[in-house]
């Protein structure tokens, strides 16, 4: 049996307000929300929002209208990044967006939604854990809660922007910037 392993942030001050964040029950969730966005797009490596504006994740999303069942759909992505030779943390990210959007009503808005979502989740994960009994969550169950509600947040808040009515790369670039500029700025 193998044990599994919480990779955390990197200690940089960049992500000391976040992590207050996860201590401080006085801080909001918005706040919390914005700190973490702000962390992750300002790495000298790993800025996840550079690999979510990549082409392949468009790519990704445009699939969730085309397919025809969510196994296809599962089968047709696949395909596509082993094609590309473009794996990454955000086309697994956009991959699990993706099957939750299929069958949805308007599957673009909700591939948005869903990717900055499942985004920000892997982010509080990150480190979160190691605050449990520490600080604002005194549980496993209160550490969910407080991930989960920073999801919400995060998904409202993308819900708001506007998605391209194509995902053309360009386009979902912008869409991208769009997102994390309102998500940085969310908590002020």
């Known amino acids: 049996m193998g044990t599994s392993v919480n990779q955390s942030s990197p200690r940089t001050l960049n992500w000391s307000a976040a992590?207050?964040?996860?201590?401080?029950?006085?801080?909001?969730?918005?706040?919390?929300?914005?700190?973490?966005?702000?962390?992750?797009?300002n790495q000298p490596v790993g800025n996840l929002a550079d690999l979510l504006a990549r082409p392949i994740i468009a790519t990704l999303g445009e699939l969730v209208s085309q397919a025809t069942s969510s196994v296809e759909l599962a089968r047709k992505s696949a395909f596509v990044v082993a094609e590309s030779k473009q794996a990454s943390?955000?086309?697994?990210?956009?991959?699990?967006?993706?099957?939750?959007s299929f069958g949805t009503s308007n599957p673009f808005k909700t591939y948005s939604e869903r990717l900055f979502s499942e985004a920000t989740s892997y982010l509080v994960a990150r480190d979160l854990p190691g605050y449990v009994g520490v600080g604002r969550v005194r549980n496993v169950a209160e550490s969910l809660e407080l991930a989960a509600d920073v999801a919400i947040h995060v998904a409202d808040i993308t819900s708001r922007i506007d998605v391209p009515k194509r995902l053309d790369a360009r386009s979902w670039a912008a869409h991208v910037r769009a997102v994390v500029d309102s998500l940085r700025r969310s908590g002020r």
């Open 19 to 41: 992590r207050s964040g996860y201590r401080d029950g006085s801080v909001p969730v918005e706040r919390l929300a914005a700190e973490v966005w702000r962390a992750a797009t």
């Open 89 to 100: 943390l955000g086309v697994d990210i956009a991959r699990r967006a993706a099957m939750q």
